[in-house]
């Protein structure tokens, strides 16, 4: 793995515009994270299509504790005259129940994360930062370099990871894939469970197939970034948590 970097690439630097996007959208994203979980202890139950509660069958149920005890239904209607139509309840609430703090937590690091992220893209397109670093070259793809570069990672030290920002195959697919995929697929579930945005933009309730499918995607998305999030730890810590960080934060 060594002999495939040239020394001269330890010289080269993260990028100040490429350090300040990575602490927003990491502080942004354990915010996220933290509110999300929050909110998804009221009603941890899933759902495809348009509608969802708990009178209705859930795709599947979080196995996590609630934090929200409703007060009892006051009555119960059907959205249409027909017998499959989805139902609706009114609930009785108590002071101790309400979770506005979590939702205005996750809209206001939201709206950082996305802010962030798009300037973040459009940096890295105009500035040639994604074809240089993240896009793999079509000379990557060989079995033997992917083979090669899976066992590194599991090295006492990766030093590809070390020579940072010049990644292996692995970390362009890794990282191409959370920046370009995973990310803006959490952004747009994320903004078609506003009913404001998708009153402006009807079309993203099409394209998720509803808000409540909507939400389920932005679940199993968060879920992705999570695990992303965890094997970045490990691998930053495994390669030199101290360069690692001086690099990220100082650039050097």
């Known amino acids: ?111 950082f994360l996305v802010v962030t992220g798009a300037g973040y893209l459009l940096a890295g397109l105009f500035t040639g930062h994604f074809k240089d670093r993240l896009w793999p070259r079509s000379r990557e793809f060989r079995l033997h370099l992917f083979w090669q570069d899976l066992l590194d990672h599991f090295r006492p030290l990766n030093q590809a990871a070390t020579q940072s920002p010049h990644y292996g195959l692995l970390q362009k697919c890794t990282y191409f894939g959370v920046v370009a995929f995973l990310l803006p697929l959490a952004a747009l579930t994320g903004l078609t469970m506003s009913p404001a945005i998708t009153a402006a933009h009807p079309f993203l309730l099409k394209l998720f197939a509803g808000a409540q499918s909507a939400r389920t995607l932005h679940f199993f998305a968060s879920v992705a970034l999570l695990l992303f999030l965890l094997v970045h730890v490990v691998m930053v810590i495994r390669s030199g948590f101290k360069r690692q960080m001086r690099g990220m934060t100082l650039g050097k």
């Not at 970097?5 to 996220?32: N, Q």
């Not at 609630?66 to 139509?85: D, I, L, M, V």
């Not at 101790?96 to 939201?110: C, I």
Request: cysteine-free; aromatic content about 16%.
């Open 1 to 111: 793995m060594r002999a495939r970097y040239p020394s001269t690439l330890d010289t080269m630097r993260h990028k100040g515009w490429v350090r300040a996007s990575h602490w927003i959208v990491t502080v942004s994203f354990f915010a996220l994270a933290f509110s999300g979980a929050e909110i998804l202890m009221v009603h941890p139950r899933l759902y495809w299509g348009d509608t969802g509660n708990d009178l209705t069958p859930a795709l599947f149920e979080v196995p996590i504790s609630r934090n929200y005890q409703h007060g009892g239904w006051e009555k119960t209607a059907r959205f249409f005259n027909t017998p499959s139509s989805p139902v609706s309840a009114s609930r009785t609430y108590d002071i101790f129940n309400k979770n506005g703090w979590g939702r205005s937590l996750h809209f206001l690091a939201a709206w």
